[in-house]
């Protein structure tokens, strides 16, 4: 399929039981991004609560995208954009918080990257504000501290059973108004009217212009089932529960096996070959990382033969004026690089082992020289590349040769 936009749930679908994001994961996600593909991360947490994982995962340097509070709020990661958000009236507050005291329950809310809570010391919300790097605000009534419309509000319990009752009733109750649903057995939560991960996501398709068929989502919970249901692609993880699996088109690995990892590599990095990809987009990619410290443009991509170039000048120069040889030895592991991770396999990946380069004459300040790079050998552990760097007068500067390892990913 010709995916467009990946929207990944979070905790227990992007991270493991550790609640860590793994090595191959991250890898995945942002070659997905390098060939164009977008990311929104989509998850009950709170933005702030967010914001690491998405710096983590580059989608400040990608135009990823934020869709928080399971759908509460959506922000563009790049610009800082807020796209849509939708807020909890506070004069509901007071009514929230008697009934959920009435049943022995704590209440709490998040304001920025603080959590307002009306009971002190509960492990629940210590747990919550661990896993969003937040600060715990107790009051001694919540009603009269929110004097904001907060984007949603959380009940605490550990009776499931009277959570339950609390949750039907408000489901009548609240109709119309506002919407009570479990996320975990020990948490319901209140959320404005019609709000989950499917109506935001929705409006974000609307406005990329991306139709659901260019989409895939990625869940394992209930509050992921809509926007499974809504992609042209929507996958469960096999940690999820049955009904869950029954929305799915498709069933990955558990989230400890790198599930999400796998469905990249098998439904995305498989179906793109690089060289299909407009330069443009991938000098864009790179423009945060030392290839655009550098100055560095690619300028032609085969399965044989990779070019760039990169300007003699304040970044590339020795004090004297010439060309650092350092600097031609990045140009040489760039370009050698790009190559054979063209050649790489969905499931492995690329390292840079071996750099030797003989300098023959020099480039000057003003000049921009141009990176050749031709494989020479290919095996199934190792790739060697040819680089030839030459003057924009085509002397030649310097011959390198790239030694790179290819392993299968972790």
């Given at each position: 399929?010709?995916?467009?936009?990946?929207?990944?749930?979070?905790?227990?679908?992007?991270?493991?039981?550790?609640?860590?994001?793994?090595?191959?994961?991250?890898?995945?996600?942002?070659?997905?991004?390098?060939?164009?593909?977008?990311?929104?991360?989509?998850?009950?947490?709170?933005?702030?609560?967010?914001?690491?994982?998405?710096?983590?995962?580059?989608?400040?340097?990608?135009?990823?995208?934020?869709?928080?509070?399971?759908?509460?709020?959506?922000?563009?990661?790049?610009?800082?954009?807020?796209?849509?958000?939708?807020?909890?009236?506070?004069?509901?507050?007071?009514?929230?918080?008697?009934?959920?005291?009435?049943?022995?329950?704590?209440?709490?809310?998040?304001?920025?990257?603080?959590?307002?809570?009306?009971?002190?010391?509960?492990?629940?919300?210590?747990?919550?504000?661990?896993?969003?790097?937040?600060?715990?605000?107790?009051?001694?009534?919540?009603?009269?501290?929110?004097?904001?419309?907060?984007?949603?509000?959380?009940?605490?319990?550990?009776?499931?059973?009277?959570?339950?009752?609390?949750?039907?009733?408000?489901?009548?109750?609240l109709a119309g108004t506002l919407d009570a649903y479990r996320s975990e057995p020990y948490f319901l939560e209140i959320v404005p009217k019609y709000i989950d991960?499917?109506?935001?996501?929705?409006?974000?398709?609307?406005?990329?212009?991306?139709?659901?068929?260019?989409?895939?989502?990625?869940?394992?919970?209930?509050?992921?089932?809509?926007?499974?249901?809504?992609?042209?692609?929507?996958?469960?993880?096999?940690?999820?529960?049955?009904?869950?699996?029954?929305?799915?088109?498709?069933?990955?690995?558990?989230?400890?096996?790198?599930?999400?990892?796998?469905?990249?590599?098998?439904?995305?990095?498989?179906?793109?070959?690089?060289?299909?990809?407009?330069?443009?987009?991938?000098?864009?990619?790179?423009?945060?990382?030392?290839?655009?410290?550098?100055?560095?443009?690619?300028?032609?991509?085969?399965?044989?033969?990779?070019?760039?170039?990169?300007?003699?000048?304040?970044?590339?120069?020795?004090?004297?004026?010439?060309?650092?040889?350092?600097?031609?030895?990045?140009?040489?592991?760039?370009?050698?690089?790009?190559?054979?991770?063209?050649?790489?396999?969905?499931?492995?990946?690329m390292v840079g082992m071996q750099v030797s380069g003989n300098h023959l004459s020099s480039a000057h300040e003003g000049d921009t020289v141009r990176a050749v790079?031709?494989?020479?050998?290919?095996?199934?552990?190792?790739?060697?590349?040819?680089?030839?760097?030459?003057?924009?007068?085509d002397k030649l500067v310097s011959s390198i040769r790239v030694l790179n390892s290819v392993t299968k990913r972790k």
């Amino acid at each position: 399929m010709n995916c467009k936009l990946l929207v990944l749930d979070v905790d227990e679908t992007l991270l493991n039981h550790e609640k860590k994001i793994t090595t191959r994961t991250k890898t995945a996600i942002i070659k997905a991004q390098q060939v164009g593909v977008q990311i929104v991360l989509a998850s009950g947490r709170p933005t702030y609560g967010l914001f690491t994982l998405a710096k983590q995962l580059e989608l400040d340097k990608n135009q990823g995208y934020i869709l928080s509070y399971n759908g509460g709020q959506m922000i563009n990661m790049q610009t800082g954009e807020l796209l849509f958000e939708k807020r909890i009236n506070p004069a509901m507050i007071p009514y929230l918080e008697r009934k959920a005291t009435k049943h022995n329950f704590a209440l709490f809310t998040y304001h920025h990257n603080t959590i307002i809570a009306n009971t002190p010391d509960n492990q629940r919300i210590r747990q919550e504000a661990t896993l969003n790097g937040m600060t715990i605000n107790v009051v001694p009534n919540l009603a009269e501290a929110v004097d904001f419309s907060p984007h949603k509000c959380m009940v605490v319990g550990d009776d499931e059973e009277a959570l339950t009752v609390l949750e039907n009733s408000w489901k009548k109750r609240l109709a119309g108004t506002l919407d009570a649903y479990r996320s975990e057995p020990y948490f319901l939560e209140i959320v404005p009217k019609y709000i989950d991960k499917a109506y935001t996501l929705s409006i974000l398709l609307e406005k990329m212009n991306i139709q659901p068929e260019n989409v895939i989502a990625i869940g394992n919970g209930v509050c992921d089932v809509t926007m499974i249901q809504l992609a042209g692609f929507g996958v469960a993880m096999s940690n999820a529960k049955e009904s869950v699996k029954a929305c799915a088109d498709y069933v990955t690995e558990s989230n400890d096996k790198n599930g999400v990892a796998l469905v990249i590599e098998k439904y995305i990095l498989a179906s793109i070959r690089l060289t299909e990809i407009p330069l443009e987009q991938i000098n864009l990619s790179a423009r945060h990382a030392l290839v655009g410290n550098l100055g560095i443009q690619f300028t032609y991509a085969s399965y044989d033969r990779i070019e760039a170039t990169m300007p003699v000048d304040h970044r590339t120069r020795q004090p004297f004026g010439i060309l650092h040889g350092g600097a031609t030895l990045a140009l040489a592991e760039t370009v050698a690089g790009y190559g054979s991770m063209m050649r790489c396999r969905p499931d492995e990946t690329m390292v840079g082992m071996q750099v030797s380069g003989n300098h023959l004459s020099s480039a000057h300040e003003g000049d921009t020289v141009r990176a050749v790079a031709t494989i020479i050998h290919q095996g199934q552990s190792s790739h060697v590349w040819n680089v030839d760097v030459y003057t924009s007068t085509d002397k030649l500067v310097s011959s390198i040769r790239v030694l790179n390892s290819v392993t299968k990913r972790k």
